[in-house]
């Protein structure tokens, strides 16, 4: 079946060659989703979205973080189909999409933030963001812990408490770091090992960072 195959790689160059692993990656998804398994499918659909994103991968992926409660992820999903697909969904689909998004607004709470730098915002160590956001992010409801991280810059963290229908609004204001000395690891042993600075993932080795930030996963 389609699910033993191997698609191209993500990174594959030729134009065709990504059309071909990002369809066969959600026909995966597909099957798994269509036998109930959301988790697992989930994982082709964000992966063929990783290739090419497309109306069916996001709205499909949408559907999935839907179904396992995974409310914010699937309202980010769901507004990227009106932000970036607008004109290539059906009426239906849009209608679909408003609905679903306006039902997840009454479970969600929202951050306002702002920094007085363009970092990243990190919060419960997922990125949700690149200063200055464009709008509010959509949270789950509880206790989430916020940071804005960028290099050279003394990392701001605060834990929030987040409710259902409430917005919190955050400033965040970081201080630069007196020293400025890096390290780059080029160990050829720790290529591709994941790359982590205060508990964020930030890409793979090698890769330069500042001291006493790195640590292997």
């Known amino acids: ?32 989703r269509k036998l109930g398994d959301c ?29 396992l409660g995974r409310d914010d992820e699937a309202y980010d999903a769901y507004e990227a189909l009106l932000t970036d697909f607008l004109a290539e969904l059906s009426a239906d689909d849009k209608e ?10 009454t479970k969600l709470g929202a951050l306002h933030a702002s920094a007085n730098v363009d970092g990243l915002l990190v919060v419960d160590g997922r990125g ?9 992010v959509r949270l789950q409801p509880g206790e989430r812990v916020v940071r804005v991280v960028k ?22 204001k970081l201080s630069p770091l007196a020293e400025s000395g890096r390290l780059r690891v080029e160990d050829e042993r720790l290529v ?15 890769r330069e960072a500042r001291p006493g930030q790195l640590r292997q996963a």
């Open 151 to 172: 290099d050279g810059w003394a990392t701001f963290e605060k834990t929030i408490v987040v409710r259902a229908g409430e917005t919190v609004s955050l400033d965040a």
């Open 96 to 105: 679909a999409v408003v609905t679903a998004l306006a039902a997840l607004r």
């Open 128 to 136: 949700r963001g690149q200063f200055p956001l464009s709008h509010d």
């Open 39 to 67: 988790a697992r499918a989930l994982d082709f659909y964000e992966r063929s979205r990783a290739v090419i994103a497309s109306v069916p991968n996001t709205l499909n992926s949408a559907f999935c973080l839907d179904q």
């Open 192 to 206: 591709g090992a994941d790359l982590f600075i205060d508990g964020t993932l930030v890409g793979k080795l090698p």
């Open 1 to 32: 079946g389609a699910a033993a195959k191997t698609a191209p790689p993500a990174e594959a160059a030729d134009p065709i060659e990504r059309l071909m692993a990002a369809k066969l990656l959600f026909a995966q998804g597909n099957e798994l």
